[in-house]
């Protein structure tokens, strides 16, 4: 009965503190980062990724962790409350200039979460108003270091830079900066159309520059395939050249064999028995036949004196042919018609008459 006696005038005391004294540590930026303050009750439950501060007669005791906790009446107050979650917060938008002197207005959003609720309540007055600012000055520090180009092509890294530049200075405030993303970038009207100017300029650029290797790709490969053409082409004519000369090569082979065989053949002939009767009658018959040839190609005609004697050129030819053979044994026997005409140009008297 005493216990609750003393805890409902501990309760009523607080709450006439609470009222007497101005709450003039909460700020309208702090109630964006804590829930409203709870009284001290004796009896307190925390909630989940939250983090009460609690100060004992004005100076800093402890935190209470999430889950049941108790407190002294009117010697402990929970001073701060910080949310453990993740917390998004909108950069304003403001102006800045670049590298090539474009004057730029941009703005973002800033991710970032309490690492140390104590850092975070003593460690800055306004956690929001301090980051913001921070984030304010050193998107202008990074835009000042790149060109326009650059800023629309790096933004991940311009980024990234705001990141490590801010948690460089937030490190002393137990708050962790997750990501920075740039929201919208605004270009003054004039730079905008020059901007659209080249774009469109490189466009067309692109096209006549496609337009052109077209155009020179086609040439390539028209050019590539008469060259293609000829090659094959005198590929061709050189397989065609071979293939003649390979054959005549074969005809000429085939010729000088047979040919050969004849030789033997008649030399074989002529050693027989009754062989010089048959020379002596192939010797006629090519006389006849020479003869009957006279006058058919020119009309110059070259004739023996003694064109009736037959018998008697023959022979003579037999002779000489005897006389040859007996003189030069191991010579190789000659072809017929080759013997036949050398021994009719022998057998010619020396008296030749021309007739017109």
Request: proline share 4%.
């Amino acid at each position: 009965m005493m216990l609750r006696t003393l805890c409902r005038t501990g309760g009523a005391i607080l709450q006439h503190t609470q009222r007497s004294v101005p709450r003039l540590w909460v700020t309208p930026a702090q109630q964006r980062w804590a829930s409203s303050l709870p009284m001290n009750t004796v009896v307190l439950f925390v909630p989940q990724q939250e983090a009460w501060v609690v100060e004992r007669m004005g100076r800093f005791h402890r935190i209470l962790e999430p889950g049941l906790n108790f407190l002294i009446p009117i010697l402990d107050r929970i001073r701060y409350v910080q949310s453990l979650k993740e917390i998004v917060i909108d950069v304003p938008e403001q102006s800045a200039v670049s590298l090539d002197n474009v004057t730029l207005q941009i703005d973002g959003v800033l991710y970032l979460r309490i690492l140390d609720p104590f850092k975070a309540s003593y460690g800055v007055e306004d956690p929001e108003y301090a980051v913001t600012q921070l984030a304010q000055t050193t998107m202008r520090s990074e835009l000042g270091k790149l060109t326009l180009d650059k800023v629309f092509r790096e933004r991940e890294s311009l980024n990234s830079n705001i990141v490590h530049s801010i948690n460089q200075a937030s490190d002393e405030w137990g708050i962790r900066c997750l990501r920075y993303e740039i929201k919208d970038i605004h270009v003054p009207p004039r730079v905008k159309e020059s901007m659209q100017m080249q774009v469109e300029a490189e466009r067309r650029k692109r096209a006549t520059v496609l337009e052109s290797e077209g155009t020179r790709e086609a040439a390539i490969n028209v050019a590539e395939g008469r060259k293609q053409a000829q090659i094959l082409a005198s590929e061709g004519e050189k397989a065609e050249r071979i293939n003649n000369a390979a054959g005549e090569a074969q005809a000429v082979l085939a010729k000088a064999e047979a040919k050969a065989k004849a030789i033997r053949l008649l030399s074989d002939a002529l050693t027989e028995q009754n062989g010089n009767a048959a020379a002596s009658l192939s010797v006629a018959e090519q006389y006849v036949s020479a003869f009957s040839n006279l006058a058919k190609e020119s009309n110059t005609i070259l004739l023996p004196s003694n064109t009736g004697d037959i018998s008697g050129m023959v022979s003579q030819a037999m002779t000489i042919y005897s006389t040859l053979a007996k003189t030069s044994p191991k010579i190789p026997a000659v072809g017929v018609e080759e013997k036949s005409e050398e021994l009719l140009s022998i057998s010619a008297s020396p008296q030749e008459q021309r007739t017109q």
